[in-house]
């Protein structure tokens, strides 16, 4: 796992909870950022985590924004049930819809007042974060500002191949959690070896997706094929070339369908699906902050 917070932030507040998921079936982790700093609040970032994945990798991005606005912001960090900290069967979702009631609950309970939200999400983090704008379009325009989209699992590479859903649950009721037969290595996220071996090495990470999981996020991204002709709230897609895990022309195409004046993109041509954990992460921080100076 990743080192704590550098301690030089001099008005950052950090508390962790678990409360009960949307079903109440789960216990989910959040962490929040909280500034003592007597001024305004800038932003509310809401950062939402990729497959597999868990809040903790996801720091040095935090302690970028953190920086970079002057320690004048709010930052909220949610494990997913079934990741990191959060309960629940690993890596495995009986329906995408859990995880959008469970980021509108979240956000429903925060108490920051006045300050729109800005949604970042890296992979399956972007797709939930895109899901919950679909879903609850009408509350997504008051309380969301803005949505910053890493490598959105729109367009998987991935396919369930000769394995069908149908075969699976003829067999028994409990065969969508079983292992999806792709073992996530660290070095296909990133080219950086500290960031990759700390993945593989991190026992917070789920190795293995399952069915059901594999199976709710295509369901869910065929749904979202036309949805951005529909978007109006400002998006910033971070898009990889040589991603392992999402078609990047695609998704590129798909914001076309947004009115010019919301939809901003930023294309790396030599980077891995982990956008902000890559060597370049520092330049990746750096567009996500110009992009919200200029919005």
Same mark, same amino acid.
């Given at each position: 796992?990743?080192?704590?917070?550098?301690?030089?932030? #001099?008005?950052?507040?950090?508390?962790?909870?678990?409360? !009960?998921?949307?079903?109440?079936?789960?216990?989910?982790?959040?962490?929040?950022?909280?500034?003592?700093?007597?001024? !305004?609040?800038?932003?509310?970032?809401?950062?939402?985590?990729?497959?597999?994945?868990?809040? &903790?990798?996801?720091?040095?991005?935090?302690?970028?924004?953190?920086?970079?606005?002057?320690?004048?912001?709010?930052?909220?960090?949610?494990?997913?049930?079934?990741? =990191?900290?959060?309960? &629940?069967?690993?890596?495995?979702? =009986?329906?995408?819809?859990?995880?959008?009631?469970? %980021?509108? $609950?979240?956000?429903?309970?925060?108490?920051?007042?006045?300050? !729109?939200?800005?949604?970042? =999400?890296? =992979?399956? &983090?972007?797709?939930?974060?895109?899901?919950?704008?679909?879903?609850?379009?009408?509350?997504?325009?008051?309380?969301?500002?803005?949505?910053?989209?890493?490598?959105?699992?729109?367009?998987?590479?991935?396919?369930?191949? !000769?394995?069908?859903?149908?075969? %699976?649950?003829?067999?028994?009721?409990?065969?969508? #959690?079983?292992?999806?037969?792709?073992?996530?290595?660290?070095?296909?996220?990133?080219?950086?070896?500290?960031?990759?071996?700390?993945?593989?090495?991190?026992?917070?990470?789920?190795?293995?997706?399952?069915?059901?999981?594999?199976?709710?996020?295509?369901?869910?991204?065929?749904?979202?094929?036309?949805?951005?002709?529909?978007?109006?709230?400002?998006?910033?897609?971070?898009?990889? #070339?040589?991603?392992?895990?999402?078609?990047?022309?695609?998704?590129?195409?798909?914001?076309?369908? $947004?009115?010019?004046?919301?939809?901003?993109?930023?294309?790396?041509?030599?980077?891995?699906?982990? %956008?902000?954990?890559?060597?370049?992460?520092?330049?990746?921080?750096?567009?996500?902050?110009?992009?919200?100076?200029?919005?």
């Amino acid at each position: 796992m990743l080192t704590e917070t550098r301690k030089k932030f #001099k008005y950052l507040e950090k508390n962790s909870f678990n409360i !009960k998921s949307h079903s109440k079936e789960e216990s989910l982790y959040v962490k929040e950022w909280k500034t003592t700093k007597n001024t !305004k609040i800038r932003h509310h970032f809401v950062i939402l985590h990729d497959i597999c994945d868990h809040h &903790g990798r996801y720091e040095p991005l935090a302690e970028s924004l953190w920086q970079q606005f002057d320690e004048e912001v709010n930052i909220t960090f949610i494990d997913f049930k079934g990741h =990191g900290l959060s309960s &629940g069967t690993r890596s495995y979702i =009986g329906n995408f819809d859990e995880y959008i009631d469970d %980021l509108h $609950m979240v956000l429903n309970e925060d108490e920051t007042q006045g300050v !729109k939200k800005v949604l970042i =999400g890296q =992979g399956l &983090g972007a797709l939930v974060a895109l899901s919950y704008i679909e879903s609850y379009e009408q509350t997504a325009k008051n309380i969301i500002g803005s949505v910053v989209l890493s490598n959105p699992l729109l367009f998987l590479h991935l396919e369930l191949h !000769k394995v069908q859903d149908k075969v %699976l649950r003829s067999i028994n009721k409990y065969a969508g #959690k079983l292992r999806f037969p792709y073992h996530i290595n660290g070095k296909n996220l990133t080219s950086d070896r500290e960031r990759y071996e700390s993945y593989n090495s991190d026992p917070l990470i789920n190795h293995y997706m399952s069915f059901s999981l594999v199976e709710e996020i295509l369901r869910k991204s065929r749904h979202l094929l036309d949805y951005s002709y529909f978007l109006d709230i400002p998006l910033l897609m971070l898009l990889s #070339k040589n991603d392992f895990l999402v078609n990047w022309s695609k998704s590129s195409l798909y914001i076309k369908g $947004m009115p010019k004046h919301l939809a901003y993109e930023c294309i790396y041509s030599h980077c891995l699906h982990d %956008l902000f954990n890559e060597k370049i992460r520092d330049k990746v921080y750096t567009d996500i902050y110009n992009w919200l100076e200029k919005t």
